[in-house]
């Protein structure tokens, strides 16, 4: 008997032995050849591995939900509606407007009116303060800043399940990268430009920040990004950014640049362009430079996870002293995407990375959000044209078309009223608080998929430059303005912003109404006068209305100012530092609506 049970052993483990072998060998053999040559330990391999094979797996069951939401989007957005409305139907807010008399879109629109911040700042306060039950049923997770690029600033309510939908919609977008970006299924470390925001409390303990979901709750682990943990514990941009480049520097096999805007990976790579030989010698000497300003035990863990490298120092070295152009691949070879979104107030950023430092690396516009939050996800990265499927799980939506914009109670439309090439304001029912809210974000829809629109974002409603009525759009204004730089021979834009001259005040220096430009430029150090009023030619081709004042003498000509080199850094310093926002959630004011603003970008004037 003794013997028999022996050899039934020995066969069981031969049976089930063999195969757990094999898969072991082939588990290995997929690491390695995934790995692209990496001096990495097996362990942090292994981790890489199974993370990225477990969110893999997760990406396709998002897709795969996203694409049956799509497919009925009456019910699908009937349903979204209903889960909000009898959720906060207790609520002092939803007794006031009869929460429970609500039972389908239609009377939902006839017993609410359309809404924009005014009629919630109260509200908020209150709940801010403490009181439960005031607009949603439970206690926010957040409180967020807006950035006040309309020119007022808002603080929003924000709750679990608004970071859900970000948290699936980074699912689908593992997935568009994993389809149309293969090589990206490499075991490569990612270089993620994020820092901790300064996390404040309101009166009754709630956090205040940044409603975009922290890198350290998200679905890819750290193992996944060249900075050890302890650099995203830094909470200032510029060390912490410097301590990103530094560890991205050191791996040459590195896959993908990750960060929330665009314009937060320039201002990385015009850092590197200043600091690089403070970068290689660290690298060298396998430290952190002893003048960054960071706490002492962060130092010490990143410290620990440098050693000195003079060989990969020098070979950087050798890159940054031929220039920068298109610098990112030959310090990087291996680099597959660019991670960051690049649409907006942040198109000239995404601009200049395609043009200037990240020469033939494709840029993915992810998704489409805002502190209200997640509004479309990008499912077309290799797409040139920035286009967002709007995702009918995370906001029940309505829109208003655009010449009703200027009506305080316009007729809306529903998702499946809407037609393709047409122009409407967004409007948006979220998880957070906010029922039947003007977004004054105008979109237009470029087609379907499925059922579901799928949009492009066009401009703000209160970004236009408006001095006799002529209404010119903040997007019209931009590519007037990329003309007109084109006619200055040798000059390249970096950035820019513009004022109506009524914020100017006695400064004015002119009876006639105008608007003030203020450029930071390179390639060339001035401009003549005669340079500078091409801005006002070629307004005057765009614009017939404009045009028409500029004839009667009605609006003086554009005046164009040149600021220094790194001016627009420092007013976004300047603005994140007065109005609370968070770097992560920043957008340029392309148009100034604050004195204090004007007075710091006129300051920085140089011709």
């Given at each position: ?9 020995f ?8 195969p757990?072998?094999?898969?072991l ?8 050849n995934r790995?692209?040559?990496q001096?990495?330990?097996f ?9 990225h094979?477990a969110?893999?797996?997760?990406s396709v069951?998002?897709?795969q939900?996203?694409?049956q ?6 019910h699908?957005?009937q349903?979204?509606l209903q ?6 139907r ?16 239609e009377?939902f629109r006839?017993?609410h009116p359309l ?5 919630y700042?109260?509200?908020i306060?209150r ?13 926010p997770s957040i409180l967020?800043?807006t950035?006040?690029t309309?020119g007022s ?5 924000n ?12 699912g689908?977008?593992f ?6 970006y293969p ?8 270089a993620?430009?994020?820092y901790?925001?300064n ?12 409603n975009?979901p922290?890198?350290m709750t998200?679905?890819l682990?750290?193992?996944?990004y060249?900075?050890?943990?302890a650099?995203?514990?830094i ?16 791996h040459?096999?590195?896959g993908?640049?990750e960060?929330?805007?665009a314009?937060t990976v ?11 030989e ?13 003048k960054?300003k960071?706490?002492?035990?962060v130092?010490l863990?990143?410290?620990a996870q440098l050693?000195p490298d ?18 990112a ?5 291996h680099l597959?995407l660019v ?10 950023y ?6 200037f430092y ?5 840029i993915?516009?992810?998704v489409y959000a805002?502190t209200e ?18 995702c009918?799980?995370s906001?029940?939506?309505e829109?208003i078309p ?11 439309l529903f998702?499946?009223e809407v ?7 967004l ?17 237009k ?10 949009i492009e974002?066009?401009y703000?409603?209160g970004?236009l430059?408006?001095?006799?009525g ?8 931009y590519?007037?303005?990329?003309r007109?730089v084109?006619l200055?021979p040798?000059?390249?834009l970096?950035?820019?912003?513009c ?6 005040g ?5 009876s006639d ?9 390179k390639?060339?150090r001035n401009?003549?006068e ?6 006002d ?15 009667k ?5 554009v005046?164009?100012?040149?600021v220094?080199?790194?001016s627009?850094?420092e ?7 007065n ?9 340029m004011?392309?148009?100034?609506r604050k004195?204090?603003f ?7 004037v140089i011709?």
């Amino acid at each position: 008997m003794y013997r028999w049970r022996k050899k039934m052993l020995f066969i069981a483990a031969f049976i089930f032995g063999v195969p757990t072998v094999w898969l072991l060998v082939l588990l290995c053999c997929d690491i390695c050849n995934r790995s692209k040559g990496q001096k990495r330990s097996f362990f942090s391999l292994l981790s890489h591995y199974l993370i990225h094979r477990a969110a893999s797996f997760q990406s396709v069951l998002q897709r795969q939900r996203l694409e049956q939401n799509t497919k009925n989007i009456l019910h699908v957005q009937q349903s979204t509606l209903q889960h909000r409305i009898r959720r906060n139907r207790n609520t002092e807010y939803g007794k006031l407007y009869q929460f429970s008399k609500i039972t389908d879109r239609e009377t939902f629109r006839n017993l609410h009116p359309l809404t924009r911040y005014v009629h919630y700042k109260e509200y908020i306060e209150r709940i801010s303060k403490g009181e439960e039950n005031v607009l949603i049923s439970e206690r926010p997770s957040i409180l967020s800043r807006t950035s006040g690029t309309s020119g007022s600033y808002a603080t929003l309510l924000n709750t679990r399940e608004t970071m859900n939908d970000f948290h699936q919609a980074f699912g689908v977008v593992f997935h568009s990268i994993l389809d149309v970006y293969p090589r990206t299924r490499n075991l490569q470390w990612t270089a993620a430009f994020y820092y901790s925001p300064n996390w404040m409390k309101s009166e009754s303990g709630i956090p205040i920040g940044s409603n975009f979901p922290s890198l350290m709750t998200s679905m890819l682990s750290l193992t996944m990004y060249s900075t050890p943990a302890a650099g995203f514990e830094i909470a200032t941009e510029p060390e912490a950014l410097y301590v990103h480049l530094l560890f991205a520097l050191k791996h040459r096999t590195l896959g993908m640049l990750e960060a929330n805007f665009a314009s937060t990976v320039y201002h990385s790579f015009t850092l590197l362009q200043n600091k690089w030989e403070q970068l290689i010698e660290d690298i060298r000497l396998g430290r952190v430079n002893p003048k960054l300003k960071i706490t002492s035990d962060v130092r010490l863990k990143l410290e620990a996870q440098l050693k000195p490298d003079p060989q990969r120092a020098s070979e950087l070295a050798a890159e940054f002293e031929i220039g920068f152009r298109g610098i990112a691949r030959r310090v990087w070879p291996h680099l597959n995407l660019v991670l960051s979104v690049d649409s907006g107030s942040h198109e000239l950023y995404g601009s200049h990375l395609k043009c200037f430092y990240c020469q033939g690396v494709p840029i993915y516009s992810p998704v489409y959000a805002a502190t209200e939050g997640l509004i479309g996800v990008n499912l077309w990265p290799e797409k040139e044209k920035r286009h967002y499927l709007l995702c009918p799980h995370s906001m029940f939506f309505e829109f208003i078309p655009v010449d009703l914009c200027s009506e305080e109670q316009p007729q809306t439309l529903f998702l499946d009223e809407v037609k393709e090439n047409e122009l409407y304001e967004l409007v948006i029912t979220n998880a957070s608080g906010l029922y039947r809210y003007r977004m004054e974000d105008i979109i237009k829809i470029v087609g379907f998929h499925n059922q579901c629109p799928v949009i492009e974002f066009k401009y703000r409603w209160g970004q236009l430059l408006n001095v006799r009525g002529e209404k010119i759009l903040e997007e019209t204004f931009y590519q007037t303005l990329l003309r007109a730089v084109s006619l200055w021979p040798g000059a390249v834009l970096l950035d820019y912003c513009c004022v109506e001259s009524g914020l100017l005040g006695s400064f004015c220096g002119s009876s006639d109404p105008h608007y003030e430009v203020f450029v930071e430029i390179k390639g060339v150090r001035n401009l003549s006068e005669d340079q500078r009023y091409k801005l006002d030619q070629c307004l005057q081709e765009d614009s017939e209305l404009y045009q028409s004042f500029r004839r009667k003498g009605s609006i003086g000509p554009v005046r164009v100012h040149i600021v220094a080199p790194g001016s627009f850094k420092e007013l976004m310093d300047f603005i994140i530092a007065n109005v609370g926002t968070s770097c992560s959630q920043f957008n340029m004011h392309r148009i100034l609506r604050k004195k204090e603003f004007l007075n710091f970008i006129q300051r920085k004037v140089i011709s």
